[in-house]
């Protein structure tokens, strides 16, 4: 079992920063790749972002390329979403997610193992 639990939500202005964190406990969190994903009201849960196990290769959906970041750092078994320039359109519940492998199907929900909670992120305008 892996557990996580993502931190950093909340409240921001357009146009602002914040950054998620995903915490992991359980198992060798280098074994696995993890992705982030998101949910808004009354819509489907969408890829936002995925990394490798070691880091090293990392893919973004189209809508946050060039906004949004993602990063682990393996010694303390986390995983960062860095979100810059943020609009309304990014209000959503952020999930972090973790599965063995790091390929195209990181794109998809369904093929994760384990999930956190969930944190809130909410951009007025």
């Known amino acids: 079992q892996v557990q996580l639990v993502e931190s950093g939500g909340g409240l921001v202005q357009a146009g602002g920063s914040l950054r998620l964190s995903c915490a992991a406990s359980g198992r060798t969190f280098s074994n696995y790749a993890m992705g982030w994903f998101r949910q808004a009201p009354g819509k489907e849960r969408e890829f936002v972002a995925a990394i490798s196990r070691s880091g090293d290769r990392t893919y973004s959906a189209d809508s946050v390329k060039g906004r949004f970041t993602i990063s682990r750092d393996n010694a303390k078994n986390t995983v960062y979403l860095q979100m810059n320039s943020l609009k309304p359109e990014d209000t959503a519940v952020y999930y972090c997610?973790?599965?063995?492998?790091?390929?195209?199907?990181?794109?998809?929900?369904?093929?994760?193992?384990?999930w956190g909670q969930g944190t809130q992120v909410t951009v007025s305008s």
């Open positions: 997610a973790a599965r063995r492998t790091y390929d195209s199907g990181s794109y998809f929900d369904q093929n994760y193992d384990y």
